[in-house]
T-cell receptor, first 115, second 111 residues
Framework: EAGVAQSPRYKIIEKRQSVAFWCNPISGHATLYWYQQILGQGPKLLIQFQNNGVVDDSQLPKDRFSAERLKGVDSTLKIQPAKLEDSAVYLC?????????????FGSGTQLSVL | EDQVTQSPEALRLQEGESSSLNCSYTVSGLRGLFWYRQDPGKGPEFLFTLYSAGEEKEKERLKATLTKKESFLHITAPKPEDSATYLCAVQAPRNTDKLIFGTGTRLQVFP
């Protein structure tokens, strides 16, 4: 079974530039998550989609971050403009139905460095 | 505010030297406590879910236990391939059931 695919693997940009990350979840998984993991910290949820609708985006900095999940399959997370503190690994995860206590399947992440 | 605290931050063990990792939590209405393993450059990989105090789950050399205030991940006779960061996370309805992760314990097992 193919896992969660993310690209690019690494990205280096300068502050105030824009960047986009792409995620393709496991086939058939209804729920997709974007997490931010700063070095030395645990992942923090940015946004959760159920099919193509947003379930939780309470921790998404909406003045600079945006995300979409077209057709309820793959998803794009965008940062515009980037700040130094956005340097982190951005992890995408998916789960079959999004019900409580369901395990998440994570991709390998995109490591972003903002200079 | 709901919190998850993991200790120690880092742990170095000799191969075969058993030990335990701790996850303390303060959350109202715990729905589940999760353990994930994260290798360098990879995303977290699910290990266990615990639902209620007294519950235990095992997988190979790992055993997770849960009380009303904390969870332990016991590692028996570890091998170098057990080296990874172990993350604990809690889920509660008050937080819309999103996972709240601790900062992890970085385990290194030397041959």
């Amino acid at each position: 079974e193919a896992g969660v695919a993310q690209s690019p693997r690494y990205k280096i940009i300068e502050k105030r530039q824009s960047v986009a990350f792409w995620c393709n979840p496991i086939s058939g998984h209804a729920t997709l998550y974007w997490y931010q993991q700063i070095l030395g910290q645990g992942p923090k949820l940015l946004i959760q989609f159920q099919n193509n609708g947003v379930v939780d985006d309470s921790q998404l900095p909406k003045d600079r971050f945006s995300a979409e999940r077209l057709k309820g399959v793959d998803s794009t997370l965008k940062i515009q403009p980037a700040k130094l503190e956005d340097s982190a690994v951005y992890l995408c995860a998916s789960s079959p139905t999004g019900t409580a206590n369901e395990k998440l399947f994570f991709g390998s992440g995109t490591q972003l460095s903002v200079l | 505010e709901d919190q998850v605290t993991q200790s120690p931050e880092a742990l170095r063990l000799q191969e075969g030297e058993s030990s335990s990792l701790n996850c303390s939590y303060t959350v109202s209405g715990l729905r589940g406590l999760f353990w994930y393993r994260q290798d360098p450059g990879k995303g977290p990989e699910f290990l266990f879910t615990l639902y209620s105090a007294g519950e235990e789950k095992e997988k190979e050399r790992l055993k997770a236990t849960l009380t009303k205030k904390e969870s332990f991940l016991h590692i028996t006779a570890p091998k170098p391939e057990d080296s990874a960061t172990y993350l604990c996370a809690v889920q509660a309805p008050r937080n819309t059931d999103k996972l709240i992760f601790g900062t992890g314990t970085r385990l290194q097992v030397f041959p």
